[in-house]
């Protein structure tokens, strides 16, 4: 707190007003000066240094000093304060009780007046004054007679409050305890709009009941509103029965009725995700015909099994996969999509050794244009070349499969790239294709594409009920046909590998005219010797070796025989070696294999639970 005096504090006014007052008429020249000099600045620039200087100056005029405003400017001779604290001042101290020379809780009337306000007193004059404090409320929702019920329970509690036996206390207890139950059964049950409004709900679906019981009591009306309920006989009428199911029936083998949508009475080609059975011991083949048990039809079909590559493509199998899934196209009744189906190989087959169920799948979708592709190679040969562009032919039978396959990509077996541009008038199937590079007469040109497969649309329906000894035989696979049959798998010589038989080519000797090897120099003139017809002296004279040359020759190939059978021992020693190795290898991988075979099988049987849980 400040203690500067407020006498201090008008001089120091008085003087910085005139201060003020000359430091305005320098900084207003000085201000025009600097107006003249600078062109273009910000006016809130302008003479700031004295606005600082003014705002300063009432932020200290306008400070109240608190300790003269509440001591006082100065304080009197006697000591007290001029200032708000000396208005505010009394000498009664009123923090401090002047107590009487007596306490007079002698008294018996003073007693009793503070008797109340222990627990020993009477507290039924509060409990009335707390009741008249509420004024004139009413609890609206308190059934009176619940209310008398309760006092009854509190009455009966006080006047048993006497001393009884332990039996007699539990079994008022529970008394108690059972009144009190229904009064709150009574209170939530029965009162209550909420009640009222169950009440008259119940009454309401009581009366409807009791009406439809009374139409409905003629059969007939039941019937025509209701329909037939379950466990009553009634009589079908079907149109267009085959008459052999009337001939051929069987009261002993139960039927079943059922119904179809529209969608279900039309044909069309379906896409489905399958998978071979886990417990089938044979892969399936590729448009071999199998039955399908969907919804409520059996049929047999031929599918047509494709895989799905990363570009949408649906390229065809031949066989299925072993232990994955693949999608089968073929047509029959369509479906809606997420049906479920299984395939069997026949349907009264009973010489099946093995498990029948072939696959399982699900419904996919019906879409019409669905496209399986197959690979196509095919190859021919140049018969004309000019340059970069050639004839070819081999590869086409006609001028129509030319025009479906123009601007088509070909390559070569050296690798140059070409295109299918026209066809040729003669021979048949003969086109002009253009290249990269000029090609050799002696290159093979193939070309490389996608083609479409046809669905085959078959299907027959499996009707053994309608044969005398309930089987029934459809088409059958190429495999049963030759098996009956006793025929051979047909081999088709261009099919088998063949080991590849290349001549050895045997290039002619470099000949270098005499004409040139005069203008040649001496470097790159061919240095061959002819062969002479007779021997010179230095190969015909014999050589006569002395005692000592002689010693020393016989000792030189002694120990030139003596290393070569060592060296033989050795190759020996380390082909035992190795054999014994290998041996020993061949071993320890037979048994990886086993261990290998085992985690294999641990695994697939593990992810075939897993797939038959999803599909369930």
Known sequence: ??????????????????????????????????????????????????????????????????HSIIYGEDTDSSGQFTGL???????????????????????PERRADIRDCFVTGDWAEAEGDEDEGFGDFEDLEA????????????????????????????SKYEKKKEKLKKLFDTDYDENGDESKYFADLQEEADAQT????????????????????????????????????VELLDPHYPLVVGGVTSLEHQMGLLQTRTKRHRWYPKILKNQDP??????????????????????????????????????????????PPNTTFIATQGATDKKTSSFRIVATGVILGLDKTIDVVKKLKLTGTPYKIFKNTAFLKGMFSSILEVSKFEGAMIKTVSGIRGQVKRALSAP???????????????????LRCWVSVDIPKFYTPVINLLSPDKTWSGMRTVAELRREKGEAIPV????????????????????????????????????????????????????????????????????????????????????????????????????????????????????????????D
């Open 428 to 446: 048949p199937g003969a086109f002009r294709a253009s290249f990269e590079d000029k090609i050799q007469i002696s290159d093979i040109v193939f």
């Open 85 to 107: 604290l000396a208005e505010t001042r009394t000498t009664v101290d009123c923090t401090r009780h002047e107590w009487a020379g007596e306490s007079g809780w002698e008294d």
């Open 492 to 615: 088709k010589q261009d099919s088998l590998y063949k080991e590849i038989e290349r001549r050895q080519k045997v290039f002619k000797p470099l000949v270098v005219s005499k004409s040139l090897q005069k203008n040649l120099p001496f470097k790159t003139k061919p240095k061959v010797e002819k062969k002479r017809k007779k021997q010179l002296y230095v190969t015909k004279r014999a050589v006569v070796s002395e005692p000592g040359e002689r010693r020393l020759t016989t000792l030189m190939q002694q120990l030139l025989t003596a290393q070569k059978e060592s060296d033989k021992k050795k190759y020996e020693k380390k082909n035992k070696e190795k054999e014994k190795y290998l041996s020993e290898q061949a071993k320890i991988n037979a048994k990886r294999g086993e261990k290998a075979k085992e985690r294999r099988k641990i695994f697939y049987q593990k992810n075939a639970k897993k797939d038959q849980a999803g599909e």
């Open 290 to 335: 199998i039955v399908v048990s969907l919804g409520w039809r059996r049929f047999q079909t031929r599918p047509v099994y494709s895989i799905q590559d990363h570009n949408m493509r649906q390229r065809m199998l031949k066989y299925t996969p072993e232990h994955m899934h693949c999608h089968a196209t073929f047509y029959g009744p369509l479906a």
């Open 210 to 245: 009791r009406t439809n019981k009374e139409f409905f009591a003629d059969e007939a009306h039941r019937e025509r509103y209701e329909g037939y309920r379950a466990g009553q006989y009634v009589r079908v009428t079907i149109s267009e029965m085959p008459c052999e199911m």
């Open 143 to 170: 059934d009176p007679e619940q209310e008398d019920e309760m006092e009854d329970i509190e009455e009966e509690t006080s006047q048993n409050a006497e001393e009884t036996t332990p039996e007699e206390e539990k």
């Open 1 to 66: 707190v400040s203690t500067q005096s407020t006498g201090d504090e008008e001089d120091f006014g008085e003087e910085s007003d005139e201060d003020g007052v000359e430091s305005e008429e320098s900084d207003a020249d000085q201000s025009e000066e600097d107006d003249e000099m600078i062109v273009g600045a910000a006016r809130w620039k302008r003479n700031i240094a004295n606005k600082a200087k003014e705002s300063f100056v009432q932020r200290q005029l306008n400070a109240k000093n608190l």
